[in-house]
């Protein structure tokens, strides 16, 4: 029996592989075990390889791993492409319709079923991927009956009829598995899950769950991805609570558009990825000038330019911190995990409103997409706090001449009170334009300097929970790993490989990018000789970050990759002990 | 109840003596009085330019924004609070040049706000270029042989692109301007009020009087039907584009607020925040 294995299916895009995957993973979700799924997909609708690997254990995973049980393969091209990936001994199950076949150096076990065939039987070559996964079963050893919950959830609206052949099709597969192999074959049957309730969930559906339950009332976005099922999920679910959102002409005046709602006193956010962000770097600097709060999540892909659109990459982090220009206050947060994801996207809406700034959630495309199984989550956990606004204050008379309220008066912590549009004797002005108390423009030399000191002080005291996530057991590291996002995975997979080789090792997850957290990074690099900055980009941004912040230049190492991949592993391992 | 005085604040504008803008300042604010508003009831929004000061010229709630976008602050301050009018304004550089795009969309949108431009045919705070307005053959600074582009014709395209509401006049009727800003912000849906606001420093060719000798008012042709968009649209190319009143209005159309699935009746910056623990649970278990 094991507690880990690693299955994949491919095809071509277009031809279901993904609900193949989902249906599976859903079906296991439910018996307690732990998924973790990557999926390789390109910016095309139909046609071109497509897989989605799948983990599944009986233990929390977060990472992909470096190898593979079985694949199921729809197409020769997706056992050229993947096969190597297997273990020895491992399983590939083929659509016998294409006469799968394999290297004949590597030690894999091949069973050609046919998919197609058994499912035309049945009424409809549709449900090739139901044999697929009946064929899954019978290796895992598991009950078709597994099944059964999520077919009819699936199809419960095509009616009783359309449930009984789809698990008719999965009981054929297999049936027809079992022929071919003469029985159970050892070596990946799945210990027994917990049993235990947990959600079957991208980041991007926690991000977007959390700005519901954040408050979030109003969404301007332009799709793009891999940032449009926030966008999708608000779309479906706003209108619940009498919200909505509006698709824009583009990020401009998404951005704009999120700027004038927020201002105007609901709680607004945007989402993209790099393009969008570099189209938005304009109107950033207007929230952060007229303080009015924004929250914008950045989903990273492969850049620059149009880059790698589907593929994974950490790469604007730079960007992120400095774009726009001119200077302004503005928090740029890392979630690491998805239930991370969730909680900072309420508290991304609480800085913001309580700062008055623009707020960036950065994650990345693997964090972002990469669905996965999340502990329920806590309800409790949920505040809303505006700061200094109370739509319902009654404000008296202000002494201006004009009646003018003050929205920018210079405060001890640079917070000013905010009013928002339609409040009596509330009546101010905003511009992007240098400005008084007032909001009226300004270039008076004394008070610019006044507006942007109170401006700047107000991140001085900015109060973060974890901002960063330390796991470090020694007093004295050999190594220090250091990651943002979707990394924390496999740094936290590689530590003990890493340690059973006699090196002690220390993480720091950093979950708060912009104001750096120097003071805790630097404690934690005192006790470190190596400090290994594992990103997914080929500059090094978080090491130069840490360096800029830190300093220690000597012991900063890159453990860098950018070919549109996550790390493995095994990478991170070996990489770790050839800079030390 | 608020006078058109109750809209005025001491701020000197910063606009040249002569300016077309002035005129369409004080109508904005005769016309904010004239149907019933209080100076917190309304929202000024502008772009950049020497027009986009306007908001701070206006006494109500005023959001001076970025080069182009007035149009998406503008739609935003809207969605979030249906209970306040909102005018969008500024320059034909920072509507149909920079903000093009959004000025097409906030249209066929049709999001419950008025957008006036002040059209003058020029760049004039950047002091002199060409501008998407300009006749070709017009000189500029960016353009000292003539513009060889032709110029947007952009209540021809506010008509193709949907619009529900479009309307023209020139700064010096201030009564007429008045009266189209009221039946603008009456109008339940996107009004486009372009709005002739000479520049007196650097065009010299589109002045006050050759505004006088070339604008047709509507009221003078007979017949003429501004419920009727072929019409509308037969009547602006006769005219090259030179005509004043309503053009166009759609009473029917719903506006994009009454149309958008679940939208709160109650202002949305009204509502309650807070999610009930049972619909938390709910939106959970749709993932297990």
């Known amino acids: 029996m094991i507690d880990q294995l690693s299955w994949k299916v491919g095809g071509q895009q277009g031809e279901g592989i993904d609900s193949t995957g989902e249906i599976f993973a859903m079906a296991l979700n439910r018996q307690g075990y732990y998924l973790y799924s990557y999926r390789h997909f390109s910016s095309r609708i139909k046609g071109g390889h497509t897989n989605n690997k799948i983990r599944v254990s009986t233990s929390e995973t977060r990472s992909i791993s470096d190898d593979l049980d079985i694949l199921i393969a729809f197409d020769q091209e997706t056992i050229d492409v993947n096969v190597h990936e297997l273990r020895d001994g491992g399983v590939v199950i083929g659509d016998s319709k294409f006469n799968p076949t394999v290297p004949e150096d590597l030690n894999?076990?091949?069973?050609?079923?046919?998919?197609?065939?058994?499912?035309s039987e049945l009424g409809t070559s549709l449900m090739k991927n139901m044999v697929a996964i009946g064929a899954t079963s019978a290796v895992l050893g598991l009950p078709v009956e597994s099944y059964l919950e999520v077919v009819e959830e699936i199809f419960a609206?095509?009616?009783a009829k359309v449930v009984e052949k789809n698990m008719e099709a999965i009981q054929k597969g297999a049936d027809r598995f079992n022929e071919l192999s003469g029985g159970q074959i050892d070596g990946f049957q799945l210990n027994k899950a917990d049993g235990k309730k947990r959600m079957f969930m991208i980041g991007n559906d926690a991000i977007a769950l959390g700005f519901v339950a954040g408050g979030v009332r109003f969404m301007s976005a332009y799709p793009i991805t891999p940032a449009s099922e926030i966008m999708e999920y608000l779309i479906k679910k706003l209108p619940e609570f009498g919200g909505t959102v509006i698709q824009t002409e583009d990020e401009i005046a998404a951005c704009t558009m999120a700027i004038g709602a927020n201002y105007a006193g609901v709680r607004t956010i945007t989402s993209s990825a790099g393009?969008?962000?570099?189209?938005?770097?304009?109107?950033?600097?207007?929230?952060?000038?007229?303080?009015?709060?924004?929250?914008?999540?950045?989903?990273?892909?492969?850049g620059?330019?149009?880059?790698?659109?589907?593929?994974?990459?950490?790469?604007?982090?730079?960007a992120m911190i400095y774009g726009t220009h001119g200077e302004i206050p503005k928090v740029v947060m890392a979630p690491s995990t998805v239930e991370e994801a969730f909680y900072d996207a309420v508290e991304a809406l609480n800085i913001a409103e309580e700062y008055q700034i623009p707020v960036i959630l950065l994650t990345d495309l693997q964090l972002s997409l990469g669905k996965q199984s999340v502990e329920p989550l806590d309800y409790s956990r949920v505040e809303i706090r505006r700061g200094k606004l109370d739509p319902k204050e009654e404000l008296p008379e202000t002494d201006d001449k004009d009646g003018y309220f003050k929205r920018y008066e210079v405060t001890e912590d640079g917070i000013s009170p905010r009013v928002i549009p339609g409040m009596k004797n509330g009546i101010h002005h905003v511009t992007g334009v240098e400005h008084d108390e007032t909001g009226k423009p300004s270039e008076v030399a004394a008070n610019r300097q006044k507006q942007m000191d109170k401006r700047l002080r107000k991140l001085q005291n900015l109060r973060f929970n974890v901002p960063v996530v330390k796991q470090a057991p020694?007093?004295?590291?050999?190594?220090?790993?250091v990651g943002f996002n979707s990394t924390r995975g496999v740094i936290e997979e590689a530590i003990p490989r890493l340690e059973a080789d006699g090196l002690k090792v220390n993480h720091a997850h950093i979950r708060l990018?912009?104001?750096?957290?120097?003071?805790?990074?630097?404690?934690?690099?005192?006790?470190?000789?190596?400090?290994?900055?594992v990103e997914n980009n080929a500059t090094g941004q978080l090491a130069n970050i840490l360096k800029m912040n830190v300093g220690q230049h000597e012991k900063v190492k890159n453990l860098l990759k950018y070919d549109g991949n996550p790390f493995l592993p095994s990478e991170v391992v070996m990489k770790c002990k050839e800079l030390v | 109840m608020a006078t058109f005085k109750d809209f005025r604040n001491s701020i000197k504008p910063n606009w040249c003596p002569g300016c077309g803008d002035f005129s369409v300042q004080?109508?904005?604010?005769?016309?904010?009085?004239?149907?019933?508003?209080?100076?917190?009831?309304?929202?000024?929004?502008?772009?950049?330019?020497?027009?986009?000061?306007?908001?701070?010229?206006?006494?109500?709630?005023?959001?001076?924004?970025i080069h182009g976008r007035s149009l998406p602050i503008a739609q935003g301050v809207k969605m979030a609070n249906r209970d306040l009018t909102v005018i969008a304004s500024g320059g034909d550089g920072d509507g149909f040049a920079i903000g093009m795009g959004h000025t097409v969309h906030a249209i066929r949108r049709n999001i419950d706000i008025t957008y006036i431009v002040m059209d003058n045919q020029i760049y004039g705070l950047t002091k002199g270029q060409t501008s998407p307005r300009s006749d070709v053959g017009f000189k500029t600074k960016s353009t000292p042989e003539g513009s060889v582009e032709s110029a947007i014709g952009v209540m021809e395209l506010a008509l193709t692109a949907g619009a529900t509401f479009v309307a023209q006049s020139f700064s010096t009727d201030l009564k007429e301007l008045t009266s189209i800003i009221e039946a603008g912000i009456n109008h339940k849906g996107f009004s486009l009020i372009n709005v002739f606001s000479p520049c007196v420093t650097y065009n010299k060719v589109n002045t006050y009087d050759w505004f006088k000798e070339h604008l047709v008012s509507l009221s003078t042709i007979e017949g003429y039907d501004s419920s009727n968009r072929m019409m509308a649209m037969q009547t602006l190319m006769e005219n090259k584009g030179l005509v004043k009143g309503i053009i166009y209005q759609d009473k029917v159309k719903p506006s994009y607020q009454d149309l958008a699935h679940g939208y709160s009746k109650e202002a949305l910056a009204k509502v309650d925040l807070n999610l009930p623990e049972e619909k938390f649970n709910q939106l959970m278990s749709e993932f297990m």
């Open chain 1, 513 to 533: 990018i912009h104001p750096f957290p120097a003071d805790e990074m630097r404690s934690m690099i005192d006790k470190a000789k190596n400090v290994i900055v």
């Open chain 1, 157 to 159: 609206r095509k009616g």
């Open chain 1, 108 to 119: 894999v076990r091949l069973y050609s079923v046919p998919f197609t065939e058994i499912a």
């Open chain 1, 474 to 481: 020694h007093k004295e590291a050999d190594i220090l790993l």
């Open chain 1, 275 to 302: 393009p969008g962000l570099s189209l938005m770097m304009e109107a950033l600097g207007l929230s952060g000038m007229t303080e009015v709060p924004l929250v914008v999540v950045d989903t990273q892909r492969g």
């Open chain 2, 26 to 65: 004080a109508a904005i604010q005769r016309a904010a009085a004239n149907v019933g508003l209080e100076p917190d009831d309304l929202a000024v929004v502008s772009g950049i330019g020497c027009s986009g000061r306007i908001s701070g010229y206006i006494k109500s709630y005023g959001f001076h924004g």
């Open chain 1, 304 to 318: 620059p330019s149009t880059g790698l659109p589907t593929k994974q990459e950490q790469s604007d982090l730079m």
